[in-house]
């Protein structure tokens, strides 16, 4: 803790000088200045809606927004979306991390691997998300298999550069003195090696995490009725700002909760292992 600064005053005598605004700012809960700027903007847009210098049909009040979720919520429809949305996300997300886990230790460990699949997988890596939308409604039809494939594709490359780039950068002479105790092979990897990636690890986790709840919009083109990609382009075909918006801020607030849960495993992960 820092000794507390000190003001001398006329009399020579010395005494505490007072905190200004910003170190009075700064000593605040983080939660707590995380929200000014939400609150700020949420200010802003209740203004300019309420006082005409937008239009209401060019941006909705944060009242009808919220008229429109209530709508939602009463039909028993937004509850659906929010449910389907997640579980496409949840279960992409799952299968294209552990298979980019998988090929990026493969890549990042063998020299045979990262010639054969270093030049493949970086080439399909600069795909974009829609253009696979064509081939995988050719080779899936329109169900859920297809949307879960297009949000594992969407996963797997984050996880998949930043491990394997981690564990090429693995200390060499910490990989040496574990082999000469006698570490080798899976043990090798699940005892020195993958633990000291782990920031890595989790930091290509939470990239695909954000990469799933993007490709989902574009999964939910597939010929989707429900979900919230789906009722983002609903909304926009039927004219329906409020609901629009709506999705916008569900999509958001469901993306950070889901990278909070990351958050949290990843500082267990490090407490564990590092």
């Known amino acids: ?9 006329r009399a020579g005598s010395q005494r505490p000088k007072k905190a200004g605004l910003g170190e009075v700012i700064l000593r605040a809960p983080k939660w707590l200045l995380s929200l000014i700027l939400p609150v700020a903007l949420l200010g802003i847009w209740q203004f300019v809606t309420t006082t ?11 009242g009808a927004v919220i008229a429109a979720a209530g709508e939602l919520l009463e039909g028993g429809d937004l509850g659906k979306h929010i449910g389907i949305s997640t579980q496409r996300v949840l279960l992409g997300f799952a299968i ?3 298979l980019g886990l998988v090929f990026g230790a493969l890549v990042g460990l ?7 699949l270093s030049l493949s997988i970086g080439a399909l890596r600069a795909v974009p998300s829609l253009a ?14 297809s949307k879960v494939t297009l949000i594992i594709i969407g996963a797997f490359f984050p996880v998949f550069t930043t491990v394997s780039l981690a564990l090429r950068h693995v200390d060499a002479q910490l990989v040496e003195a574990a082999r000469a105790f006698g570490f080798k092979g899976l043990k090798l990897l699940r005892t020195v090696q993958l633990p000291a990636v782990v920031p890595a690890i989790f930091s290509g986790l939470r990239l695909a ?11 939910e083109l ?3 009725s429900m979900g919230l990609g789906f009722l ?10 409020d609901r629009l918006i709506l999705t916008i801020i569900l999509l958001a607030i469901f993306g950070k909760i889901t990278d909070a849960l990351i958050s949290l495993a990843e500082r267990w992960a490090i407490r564990r292992w590092t």
């Open 52 to 62: 005409g210098i937008v239009a209401p049909w060019s941006l909705p009040t944060p």
């Open 96 to 98: 294209g991390s552990l």
């Open 1 to 9: 803790m820092s000794a507390p600064q000190l003001s001398t005053d």
């Open 232 to 241: 983002l382009t609903d909304s926009q075909n039927n004219g329906r700002i």
């Open 110 to 116: 063998s020299k045979l691997a990262d010639a054969l």
């Open 132 to 145: 696979w939308v064509p081939l995988l409604v050719l080779w899936m039809k329109m169900g859920e298999d």
């Open 222 to 224: 597939l010929g989707a």
């Open 209 to 219: 995490l954000a990469q799933a709840w993007l490709f989902l919009v574009a999964a």
